[in-house]
T-cell receptor, first 113, second 115 residues
């Protein structure tokens, strides 16, 4: 059983379109992170959300943490080819002294010019 | 910018060979991690380290071993590679405490193919 369910698994759109991807769980989390992984590279942190209902914006990207802190969404406005990549959500296990992260399987986004 | 490096970036080897995947970071982070990533699957933690001389196995059973003799260096070794080891291997590090203690910085990965 996956801790984090990401949807859709694949998304292929034209430049200029808007899109939303989701990260869902049945568990409550103290925080949630979104990473983007470009081809041939490792994941890079985009944002951390910590408060239920929190909305954070990063240029054309809008991140929202669900009120119950069980889910999150990422909305991209006017997508560009440079947004192409694998978008991963991850949650932090505060119960572990390691501070480990659990990742979802990701949404593979392709934006065509 | 993250300063974490992995070599080689790509490796194609035959079955039975011994290999070492290198990972180094210049950020002084105590915590380091090795993940295995396959297409359409979540990142699986295979090894981690709290600091020098500290190593532990992660969730995913792995036939690899790691060492942490220096803070900046966390190599992963496969004594006898098999086709089932074919995968992308990602190294990461993070601070022990602080506001960014749960942000992990990743290297570019090593794509391993065992024939």
């Amino acid at each position: 059983t996956q801790l984090l369910e990401q949807s859709p698994q694949f998304l292929s759109i034209q430049e200029g379109e808007n899109l939303t991807v989701y990260c869902n769980s049945s568990s409550v989390f103290s925080s949630l992170q979104w990473y983007r992984q470009e081809p041939g590279e490792g994941p890079v942190l985009l944002v951390t959300v910590v408060t239920g209902g929190e909305v954070k914006k990063l240029k054309r990207l809008t991140f929202q943490f669900g009120d119950a802190r069980k889910d999150s969404s990422l909305h991209i406005t006017a997508a560009q080819p440079g947004d192409t990549g694998l978008y991963l959500c991850a949650v932090y296990d505060r119960g572990s002294t390691l501070g480990r992260l659990y990742f979802g399987r990701g949404t593979q986004l392709t934006v065509w010019p | 910018e993250a300063d974490i490096y992995q070599t080689p970036r790509y490796l194609v080897i035959g079955t039975g060979k011994k290999i070492t995947l290198e990972c180094s970071q210049t950020m002084g982070h105590d915590k380091m991690y090795w993940y295995q990533q396959d297409p359409g699957m979540e990142l699986h933690l295979i090894h981690y380290s709290y600091g020098v001389n500290s190593t532990e196995k992660g969730d995913l059973s792995s036939e690899s071993t790691v060492s942490r003799i220096r803070t900046e260096h966390f190599p992963l070794t496969l004594e006898s590679a098999r086709p089932s080891h074919t995968s992308q291997y990602l190294c990461a590090s993070s601070e022990w405490f602080g506001t960014r203690g749960n942000e992990q910085f990743f290297g570019p990965g090593t794509r391993l193919t065992v024939l």
